[in-house]
Each structure stands twice: as structure tokens, then as C-alpha cells.
């Protein structure tokens, strides 16, 4: 086999293998755990963050993997749009 070909099966194995981990760490749909985050969020952010404002608070602190996965996959779709529409020179 090509090592293309093999670099991108164990690439898609390790991907399958991250998910199928997380969704048996994931909380049920709808249960906050113990506390209430958003009571949690307004109390603690300026102890836990150092930042007044509780919205980048919440966008860079507390979801910050989140917010790294929407930036993937914003960067990967960009990527495959240029790699569609660049020309080959020949």
C-alpha cells in the first residue's frame, strides 16, 4: 500500500477512536451535574478567568476545545475550497 494510504487510516482510527472515548465521558443531554453552570459562570469568571467580560470568559476559557473544533473545521473548509478552485499550472 501507499503510505498515503496508510497515514490517513491510522490518521481516520485515531479520529474513531478519540470519539468513541467521548461520547462515554459525555454528560446526558440536559443534566447540568451538581452545580448550575450558568450560576456557576457568573459567580466564579473573574476568580477563575481573570476577565470582566463573561462572554470571552466562556468562548476562550471554559469552551476553549470548542472553540478550537469550530476553528478546524472553518480552516478545513477553507483549505478544500482553495484546493477545488487553485489552478494547476502545467
Excluded: C, W
Excluded at 470519539?19 to 450558568?38: R, T
Amino acid at each position: 500500500m501507499e503510505k498515503r494510504v496508510i497515514a490517513g487510516a491510522l490518521a481516520l482510527t485515531i479520529v474513531a477512536v478519540f470519539f468513541a472515548f467521548s461520547i462515554f465521558l459525555l454528560h446526558p443531554f440536559g443534566d447540568p451535574g451538581e452545580v448550575q453552570m450558568d450560576d456557576h459562570i457568573i459567580v466564579n469568571t473573574q476568580n477563575e478567568t481573570g476577565t470582566n467580560n463573561g462572554v470571552t470568559s466562556i468562548v476562550f476559557d471554559y469552551r476553549g476545545f470548542d472553540t478550537l473544533g469550530e476553528a478546524t473545521i472553518l480552516f478545513s473548509a477553507v483549505a478544500g475550497v482553495i484546493m477545488i478552485f487553485r489552478r494547476v499550472k502545467e
